[in-house]
């Protein structure tokens, strides 16, 4: 049987066996037309981009841990030296309301063993001995100088309590 709808001149005849291989190649090459057409690549494209994109939040992450890890080193330094100072200055210079150089002499010691610089170092007549310490770190790069604050003396006694005495009689 002969069917002319496939061709464009009036006494065209093809065969109901080549027409179903024609009209098959011409749904075929056509959809192969549109898939490979303005699209090709694109999937390429969005990959590459969430690959970027996921780099550079890991990278802000790891460097936003790394400061957060930094300054804890330097809040622990910052701590150690106040503590040191504190408990090197000696209670009668404390008493007669001096200065003790030998706090922070001792501040001074702990921060140099921890890689770190004192920025300022006071102590005052109640014995509270206050330190700042600093130390630049590089972060993506950049140096960037981190700083931390610390405080130690004797604790104040609650507000309103009076001293506590103890005496012991000796009995027999």
């Known amino acids: 049987m002969t069917v002319n709808h496939h061709c464009h001149e009036p006494n065209c005849t093809v065969e109901e066996g080549e ?3 024609e ?3 011409t749904v075929d090459t056509s959809l192969g ?3 490979d057409g303005d699209e090709e690549g694109s999937a390429t494209v969005a990959i590459v981009g969430m690959i970027a994109a996921l780099l ?4 802000f992450v790891v460097a936003a841990l790394s400061v957060y890890a930094h300054r804890s080193q330097l809040q622990g330094v ?3 030296a106040a503590l040191a100072g504190a408990d090197a200055t000696p209670i009668s210079l404390i008493m007669v309301g ?3 150089p030998i706090g922070c002499a001792t501040s001074q010691a702990v921060v140099e063993l921890n890689d770190v610089q004192l920025d300022t170092c006071d102590v005052d ?4 001995i206050r330190v700042e310490v600093s130390r630049p770190v590089l972060i993506l790069g950049l140096s960037v100088v981190l700083e931390a604050r610390a405080r130690a003396g004797p604790a104040a006694p609650l507000e309103g309590s009076a001293p506590r005495l103890r005496s012991f009689s000796g009995g027999g």
């Not at 550079?56 to 990278?59: L, Y």
């Not at 007549?125 to 509270?128: I, Q, S």
Request: hydrophobic content about 40%.
């Open 33 to 35: 037309e549109a898939l």
């Open 19 to 21: 027409l179903d291989k």
């Open 98 to 100: 001096g200065s003790s």
């Open 125 to 128: 007549t109640l014995g509270d």
């Open 23 to 25: 009209l098959r190649y």
């Open 78 to 80: 910052a701590d150690m």
């Open 56 to 59: 550079i939040i890991t990278t």
